[in-house]
Nanobody, 117 residues
Framework: QVQLVESGGGLVQPGGSLRLSCAAS????????MGWYRQAPGKQRELVAR???????NYADSVKGRFTISRDNAQSTVYLQMNSLKPEDTAVYYC???????????WGQGTQVTVSL
């Protein structure tokens, strides 16, 4: 069983930066992909960014150029550097990892990111 521990959320002013971290434990294998989703009140959960074991990445159009995802395979940790934050980035951010191409998926407990004056 894989456990995910997230950290780094909080309150930040528009234009500010935050860095989210997610550490995976309970598996000796490098995860097929690691990524972040977010869910704002009244909205569906959406993919923010994902990074595959080979290093390729996917980003939501709304965060391209502002957010950067990276991973440390040795530490089984994924990071999300968020710059130029906007109020519309306010959401609960969830870490998501897939162990192999066919799954299974694991989810973190979520961390709140609030962008406000």
């Amino acid at each position: 069983q894989v456990q995910l521990v997230e950290s780094g959320g909080g309150l930040v002013q528009p234009g500010g930066s935050l860095r989210l971290s997610c550490a995976a434990s309970g598996s000796s294998f490098s995860m097929y992909y690691m990524g972040w989703y977010r869910q704002a009140p009244g909205k569906q959960r959406e993919l923010v960014a994902r990074i595959f074991s080979g290093g390729s990445t996917n980003y939501a159009d709304s965060v391209k150029g502002r957010f950067t995802i990276s991973r440390d395979n040795a530490q089984s940790t994924v990071y999300l550097q968020m710059n130029s934050l906007k109020p519309e980035d306010t959401a609960v951010y969830y870490c998501n990892v897939r162990r192999t191409m066919l799954g299974p998926d694991y989810w973190g407990q979520g961390t709140q990111v609030t962008v406000s004056l």
